[in-house]
């Protein structure tokens, strides 16, 4: 019997687990190990509010690709939403929490359906530490001692804590006022309102905190620190399709080329009062092409000059909520600095952040209760500090991309690359890790077909 070994049981290690379960023809197990009993939620959809909300419609979120209203009519099906108007839901913004139901309620139905099938699961609420090729196949090392043997192995790993950012002082971040994952709820609790907090980030994930704060009872002032100090944008142009830039993409990709088109277009979208987003939005479908299409050095200048754009036409929230942050800065509860931080002291009480403000173009000193570190999952693996992905880089069974931002690995297989840049048999990766090879490899929308996929593919007995 086929022992199929996944690490990680978020949205994307789950899936692959349900679409191998709906379509194989033959007996097999799943070795399901992820440290968190939830199967199915990951970090995303374990949020500690309930105002915690997707940022992507209704519609849009279903879990499977051929199925394109899954979500929505289960959510119909929902007592608190079953007299719901069909269109609205389709078009608003649910709670994080509920999708996590959601995939929960898929999950226990791929159960029945093994139950049916030869298909055995064993969840093991571990992490993976190490993997080893063995003559008969990969060895796995769990952290409570655990070995097992799989035929095939997935590392859908996902998201990882945010990384620290550069400062003198690294002894503060082994500090009580220090908060590295945002997605906790200890961000939010044990505070007082005396002195204000400073948020590092200033995308998707400090919205959440400033809710989760105000949720806890928190009213002191709020500081967020980035590079651009870029205003967060709200979803503004819902149900806009904008065709024309996809219909002019031009066979030989090339940065200079895609930017010059662009720009062509945004200029043509303004003349009706509209902005980028639906030209980004409209591009989705190409970008993972045009990604492979550009060469290292291109990747490197968007990268350097570009993705702070792209991430805010791309991670945009509700516009009720964009009218509350909005609120909070007109009420100076909220400032957005465009900056950096220079350093961190640790005082008796409470801490100092020292940061430069590019606006007032002066260094400024602001004592705050606490710091929480907002600026989205680490990509760098010699950063994250995750011992599995170090050891299989040491063994050199994976290898990062060129930019650092994922796994090298065969797009079509999701088979990783090793140090000589050789397919690994039956060692796979998906989601968050193929963001160097895909460059847009994050939402629900790309993770489900990639998920099929790869679960198609290793059932394929007539692969190579
Ligand atoms: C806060 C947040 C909100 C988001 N909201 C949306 C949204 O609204 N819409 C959308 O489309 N996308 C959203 N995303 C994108 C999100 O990344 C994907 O939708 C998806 O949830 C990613 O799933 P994943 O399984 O790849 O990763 P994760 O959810 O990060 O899951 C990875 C799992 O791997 C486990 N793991 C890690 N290392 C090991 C190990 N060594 N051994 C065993 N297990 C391990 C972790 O415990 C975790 O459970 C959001 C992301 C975040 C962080």
Same mark, same amino acid.
């Given at each position: 019997m086929k022992k199929i070994g996944i690490i990680g049981c978020g949205f994307s290690g789950t899936m692959v687990a349900v679409h191998l379960i709906r379509n194989t023809t033959e007996a097999m197990e799943l070795i399901m190990i992820d440290?968190?009993?939830?199967?199915?939620? +990951? =970090?995303?959809?374990?949020?500690?509010?309930?105002?915690?909300?997707?940022?992507?419609?209704t519609e849009k979120m279903s879990a499977f690709k051929h199925d394109t209203a899954h979500f929505l009519e289960w959510v119909l099906q929902q007592k608190d939403f079953s007299d719901s108007d069909r269109n609205i839901l389709s078009q608003s913004f649910l709670p994080r929490y509920l999708y996590g139901a959601y995939l929960q309620n898929i999950w226990q139905e791929a159960l029945q359906e093994a139950e049916t099938k030869q298909c055995k699961i064993t969840r093991m609420c571990d992490a993976a530490t190490d993997i080893e090729y063995i003559d008969d196949g990969i060895k796995l090392y769990l952290k409570d001692g655990i070995e097992i043997v799989v035929d095939e192995c997935v590392i859908a790993t996902g998201n990882h804590t945010p990384g620290n950012v550069k400062i003198n002082n690294t002894a503060f971040y082994e500090s009580e006022f220090y908060f590295q994952n945002p997605w906790k709820e200890s961000t939010v609790t044990?505070?007082?309102?005396s002195l204000p907090v400073f948020i590092i980030g200033n995308g998707l994930t400090m919205v959440d905190t400033i809710i989760g704060l105000h949720e806890k009872g928190f009213s002191n002032e709020i500081y967020s620190i980035s590079n651009n100090g870029f205003n967060i944008l709200p979803h503004?142009? =819902? +149900?806009v399709q904008y065709k024309d830039l996809a219909n002019e993409?031009?066979?030989? =990709?090339d940065l200079l080329s895609i930017l010059h088109l662009f720009n062509k277009h945004i200029k043509k979208i303004k003349k009706f009062g509209l902005s980028a987003e639906p030209i980004i939005d409209s591009l989705r479908p190409y970008t993972q092409k045009i990604w492979q299409a550009l060469s290292d050095k291109e990747k490197k200048v968007f990268m350097g000059r570009l993705r702070h754009l792209w991430g805010l036409a791309r991670h945009r929230i509700p516009l009720h909520i964009h009218d509350y942050i909005q609120q909070l800065r007109i009420h100076n509860k909220l400032h957005i600095v465009a900056g950096k931080i220079i350093d961190i002291e640790r005082n008796e009480n409470d801490c100092s952040v020292r940061y430069y403000d590019k606006r007032l173009n002066q260094e400024r000193t602001i004592k705050v209760a606490r710091v929480i570190n907002c600026t989205g999952p680490e990509t760098n693996l010699e950063k994250a500090g995750h011992l599995l992905l170090k050891k299989a880089i040491e063994k050199g069974y994976i290898t990062q991309d060129p930019l650092r931002i994922g796994i090298n690995a065969n797009p079509s297989s999701f088979e990783v690359l090793n140090r000589e840049a050789q397919s690994m048999k039956h060692l796979y990766t998906l989601g968050g890790n193929l963001k160097g090879v895909l460059w847009e490899s994050t939402a629900v929308n790309e993770l489900r077909d990639q998920a099929e996929r790869l679960a198609i593919h290793i059932l394929d007995t007539n692969r190579s």
């Open positions: 440290p968190s009993a939830d199967t199915g939620k +990951g =970090i995303a959809y374990t949020p500690y509010s309930k105002k915690h909300l997707l940022n992507v419609v044990n505070l007082d309102s503004r142009h =819902i +149900g993409l031009p066979s030989k =990709i």
